[in-house]
């Protein structure tokens, strides 16, 4: 994307192309000049507003993919294309969580090793965060810990989805649209009442 691209125009590409990162270039799109992804644009729009009022398990839509860690990878290929998943939640025989990540696929990729299962890819244990939490405090979390996903739990811990900042962030889309769709239709019901008036 060009270096003078909104951040609208960013957010709308990332969203559309089901992408993280994009690569940042002159407008002429001669010279590269960095990379920007959806963590900068969390961390950078003063969103705090939307993440204080927002909490997780207004998000608990994302559906949520679980594979057993016994499972081939070939299965967590097969899956991760149906659900369109960013990452699967993996179960473990003693009732804990794992994550698989399309990071973690995409290392296998490089180097791939033949006869591995799940659990030899995916990070144990997952961390997980109660649904009541607020964006604002998960997202917190994703930083400090240096996080891509988040397990989001129910109030008796059942795991219900994974989150991750590309979902902190089309969340923060939809709010910010409805705020403005409210606005302007406030605005519009204003100006009929003057006129009528």
Known sequence: IAANATIQEVTALLHKQRM???V???PGGDRVMGVVSTTDIVINQEAEFFLRLK???AMVHVPLATIAAGADIGAATRLMREHKAEALAVSY???SWGILTQRDMLQHLAQPRGGLTVADLASHPLRTVPA????LAARKV???HQLRHLGVTDGSGQLLTIIGMSDILATIEQEFLAELHHALRERDEALLRSRQS
């Not at 009541?132 to 964006?135: A, F, I, P, V």
Request: charge should be negative; proline fraction near 0%; charged fraction near 30%.
């Open 142 to 144: 994703l930083l400090e």
């Open 132 to 135: 009541h939490m607020t964006l």
């Open 20 to 22: 993280r990162h994009l």
């Open 55 to 57: 909490r997780l398990d």
């Open 93 to 95: 025989a003693d009732g």
């Open 24 to 26: 940042v270039t002159e």
